[in-house]
């Protein structure tokens, strides 16, 4: 059988390098990494920069989302061979459901429009052309935004398609793009900038996409070095590894740690509601394998519908194993299956102790696993299909059990009648979490979401005003004046 050879990496055509180990992917594919020094991530990052300068710094930001948007139709189109080669070889390297993996990309793809990005801008800026030149403030003067001339990003692994997202914030500031990937999912970045080659090719030789063991302080200190601005995705150790790295005088994003959770109403719990109720908590954790920080890790269950909170977690629990014969979960390592062996050794002896809590859980494997509560309460799960179900008896007062964990909450999914929205989500606000959406969209945030809360472009630029006495004082120069 012919092995396919593929390059898991992007850099500029200007770039050589000469160094590489390989993988072979299932006996099909051969995947190259380059071995890099820091000189040579110092010299792609000068490249980068040239090459963003000459060419990416001149074009309008209508014009890059044109370009964004071609791609995408690309990436739309099922017989696309980068998108049929992503499909085929992102699930033999993540383990993940391969319909699972074609439907996400697809899901996500959809939200990089040239529609969806015109709103972000919009959302982000009154006046979006102030990325290009300088426009009139409404208290007179003018501003213009400035992005950073280059952006390190730190991108992590555990959900394919995520890393685009940081990517093409970077092109639409202008900037030029060193993407550090993770081995654990390398591919789907160099294939997304194999397309934008496809486009335009000096667009994508303002970027580089490089894999290369976290930790590597060589080539991280170099690619500090390059950047402007870095931005980290991943772990709160890999956050703090590179945080410490980085100077003040350089902008630091970072999107650490994170968890979420669900809270279902009585009024999703009728005879009419229920079943749709359960079916898309169990699609919402199982997406992923809920390594997603959207993804719930844990459920309260309001009393008085039609069914039980014991019997939501017990339904939940046969919902988990239809959805695994369909979808199954990734193989997971010696360490993660151990870690679910261990929760659920911890609760199933609670459950002997005093009868509190019962564990529901897949028979002979990991697959999937449900912990009840009888008391209300909050707790983070060993992921990979884990959850706690805790019983409430009133959501909005119980909803206070969340509060030891503010500094970690990221989504909420929500199953409630109306009237109760506002006030659950001045409660949720208030607590921590950042971002509401419907039960069965956990994981699909809309574009211009405020990312762990913040702003997403805006915390990147810099803005530089032209205050109104200027162009009052700078008449008095103008040789025909009166």
């Not at 092995?3 to 180990?21: C, D, G, H, M, N």
């Not at 074609?102 to 899901?107: A, F, I, Q, S, V």
């Not at 009648?417 to 971002?435: K, Q, T, Y």
């Not at 008449?475 to 009166?482: A, F, T, W």
Request: hydrophobic share 40%; proline share 5%.
């Amino acid at each position: 059988m012919d092995i396919e050879e593929i390059s898991a990496y992007w850099l500029p055509k200007e770039v050589q390098v000469t160094s590489f180990r390989e993988e072979i992917i299932e006996g099909s594919y051969r995947l190259k990494y380059p071995l890099l020094t820091g000189e040579q991530i110092e010299m792609i990052g000068r490249t980068v920069r040239k090459n963003r300068d000459n060419y990416l710094a001149k074009l309008g930001t209508n014009e890059i989302i044109e370009k964004i948007d071609q791609i995408v139709s690309k990436w739309l189109v099922p017989d696309y061979p980068l998108r049929k080669l992503a499909e085929a070889l992102i699930p033999k390297i993540t383990g993940y459901d391969a319909e699972m993996v074609r439907l996400e990309l697809k899901r996500y793809i959809r939200t990089f429009r040239k529609k969806e990005l015109l709103r972000f801008l919009d959302e982000e800026f009154d006046q979006p052309a102030i990325l290009d030149e300088f426009r009139p403030r409404k208290s007179g003067g003018f501003t213009r935004a400035y992005g950073p001339k280059s952006i390190f990003h730190v991108f992590s692994g555990n959900v394919p398609g995520v890393q685009i997202w940081s990517l093409l914030m970077g092109l639409i500031l202008k900037s030029a793009n060193l993407g550090k990937t993770s081995i654990s999912e390398p591919l789907f970045p160099v294939l997304f900038v194999r397309s934008l080659a496809e486009v335009d090719e000096k667009l994508a030789d303002s970027i580089a996409i490089l894999p290369w063991k976290g930790g590597t302080s060589e080539l991280e200190e170099a690619a500090i070095r390059f950047a402007d601005s870095v931005i980290v995705y991943g772990s709160d150790k890999a956050v703090d590894a590179i945080q410490k790295m980085v100077p003040s005088s350089k902008t630091f994003l970072h999107y650490g740690h994170k968890i979420s959770l669900a809270v279902i109403g009585n009024e999703a719990l009728t005879p009419d509601h229920y079943y749709e109720t359960i079916f898309k908590v169990a699609e919402d954790m199982s997406v992923y394998d809920q390594q997603s920080c959207m993804s719930p890790q844990s459920v309260l269950v309001e009393t008085g519908g039609a069914i039980s909170p014991r019997q939501f977690a017990q339904m939940l629990a046969a919902e988990l194993e239809r959805y695994n014969k369909k979808r199954p979960r990734a193989k997971l390592s010696d360490e993660e299956a151990m870690s679910i062996h261990r929760h659920r050794h911890q609760y199933e002896l609670q459950s002997f102790k005093d009868g509190a809590v019962s564990v529901y859980a897949s028979q002979h494997d990991t697959s999937w696993t449900v912990i009840y509560h009888h008391e209300p309460g909050f707790a983070g799960s060993a992921l990979n299909r884990t959850i706690h179900v805790s019983s409430s008896e009133e959501l909005e007062a119980d909803l206070q059990k969340i509060q030891p964990f503010e500094q970690y909450l990221q989504s909420c999914g929500i199953a409630v009648s109306p009237v109760r929205l506002f006030r659950m989500a001045e409660i949720l606000g208030d607590l921590g979490v950042n971002r509401i959406c419907s039960i069965g969209e956990m994981n699909r945030a809309k574009p211009g979401w405020h990312h762990d809360g913040r702003f997403n472009l805006l915390d990147l630029v810099r803005m530089v005003d032209i205050e109104r006495n200027v162009e009052e004082d700078l008449e008095g120069y103008d040789p025909d004046v009166e």
